[in-house]
């Protein structure tokens, strides 16, 4: 057998180490929330809101039900971070908005983040560049591997779901 490894072993190798990492940065975040004494989704939640921004799309951004939404805007509120206000342009809308309380917490997870992470430690600015420009052709993979299995095309050329083969 060659001392070679296999595209397949390479392949196992990245799942793992991705795996690995993703469960790292999850603990990490875990932690910070502990920190910060929010919980997880707040944390979340405050990493996504930038000014004025509608509950719906505040889920839409976060992969959530709306009714969890409900739930992080009362976690928020009760925290003093956020407060939900009609839409100027339709009233059954409600934004969220962040407080200057929500705002200093926000900066405050923000300048963590942005040291903290395995990247920013890790990697030079050209290898942080190449890394998000890996990690976004992988991310237009999968979109684009969805795309076609919604027509039912080839994905990376295997037949998708209804293509006869």
């Keep these: 057998m060659s001392s070679e490894r296999t595209a397949d072993a390479i392949d196992q190798d990245i799942f793992d180490a991705l795996t690995g990492l993703i469960a790292q940065l999850l603990h990490h975040g875990e932690q910070l929330a502990e920190r910060f004494d929010v919980p997880m989704s707040c944390v979340k939640a405050l990493h996504r809101l930038d000014g004025t921004v509608t509950m719906k799309d505040l889920g839409t951004q976060l992969h959530c039900d709306p009714s969890f939404v409900t739930t992080i805007a009362d976690a928020l509120e009760s925290r003093?971070?956020?407060?939900?206000?009609?839409?100027?342009?339709?009233?059954?809308?409600?934004?969220?908005?962040?407080?200057?309380?929500?705002?200093?917490?926000?900066?405050?997870?923000?300048?963590?983040?942005?040291?903290?992470?395995?990247?920013?430690?890790?990697?030079?600015?050209?290898?942080?560049?190449?890394?998000?420009?890996?990690?976004?052709?992988?991310?237009?993979?999968?979109?684009?591997?969805?795309?076609?299995?919604?027509?039912?095309?080839?994905?990376?050329?295997?037949?998708?779901?209804s293509t006869p083969t």
């Design 80 to 161: 003093g971070l956020a407060t939900r206000q009609p839409n100027e342009l339709d009233r059954r809308i409600k934004n969220l908005v962040l407080t200057a309380r929500g705002l200093e917490l926000k900066a405050a997870l923000e300048r963590e983040i942005a040291t903290q992470m395995p990247w920013a430690r890790a990697l030079d600015r050209p290898e942080r560049e190449q890394l998000l420009g890996l990690i976004r052709k992988m991310s237009g993979a999968i979109t684009a591997g969805r795309q076609a299995e919604r027509r039912g095309g080839e994905v990376n050329g295997h037949p998708g779901p």
